[in-house]
């Protein structure tokens, strides 16, 4: 595809469920990064895939969110147990080379806004 | 742990006018990109600068690194109103920690 694309565009969910949420990098781009991002925040950095594994999880606020990557492509954030305050906007970025020490530019998806009722 | 501070939070500029917003780091930093937000839209990738002194230029946004490697600046003059967004700095540092700010929301007045 010409960019990254995240779906759905919007999910609204009650507390205590289970979403996923999904990204679709740029074709051949073997970076991918997942953040959350808060009305007047910058983007909080949650998950880094190089090809298939994660390279950096630190920023996973807990064990109910999950990512994968399993083909080195599409990737899924899980949320289990969902709270409100997991609201947000989820980003997903790629990249054509990976790692965030070495400043690849980075292009986003549309984000996936994420309202937990 | 890493702070990233960015003046102003807001910029109310008059249509014409310069402005210049600060990045500012607590560590000595590997690179720092910029990224601008449209309302309602996602971060686009500005710039990276990654030597100390640092300065380029894309038509009238000018971006600095710092000697020390610890703030940056972006310097837009003759402001346009297609120049409305938030402007978030994304900064690395030494140990590869990388970072977003909270951004400089940029409202023009035409």
């Known amino acids: 595809g010409a960019g990254v694309s995240q779906t759905p565009s919007n999910k609204v969910t009650e507390k205590g469920k289970y979403v996923e949420l999904r990204c679709d990098p740029i074709s051949g781009h073997t970076a991918l990064y997942w953040y959350r991002q808060s009305l007047g925040q910058g983007p909080e950095f949650l998950i880094y895939?190089?090809?298939?594994?994660?390279?950096?999880d630190s920023g996973l606020p807990n064990d109910r969110f999950f990512a994968v990557r399993p083909e080195g492509s599409v990737s899924t954030l899980k949320i289990q147990r969902t709270e409100r305050g997991d609201s947000a906007v989820y980003l997903c970025a790629s990249s054509l080379t990976g790692g965030l020490a070495r400043g690849g530019t980075q292009y986003f998806g549309p984000g996936t806004r994420l309202l937990v009722l | 742990g890493q702070q990233v501070m960015q003046i102003p939070q807001y910029q109310h500029v008059q249509e014409g006018e310069d402005f210049t917003t600060y990045c500012n780091s607590s560590?000595?930093?590997?690179?720092i990109q910029w990224y601008k937000q449209r309302p309602g839209g996602h971060p686009v990738f500005l710039i990276q600068?990654?030597?100390?002194?640092e300065v380029k230029k894309q038509k009238r946004l000018t971006f600095q690194f710092g000697e020390a490697k610890k703030n940056s600046s972006l310097h837009i003059t003759a402001t346009q109103t297609t120049d409305v967004g938030t402007y978030f700095c994304?900064?690395?540092?030494?140990?590869?920690?990388?970072?977003f700010g909270a951004g400089t929301q940029v409202v023009v007045t035409p």
């Open positions: 600068l990654v030597k100390s002194g």
């Open positions: 560590t000595t930093l590997s690179n």
């Open positions: 994304a900064v690395t540092d030494s140990w590869g920690k990388f970072q």
């Open positions: 895939f190089q090809g298939t594994g994660a390279a950096d």
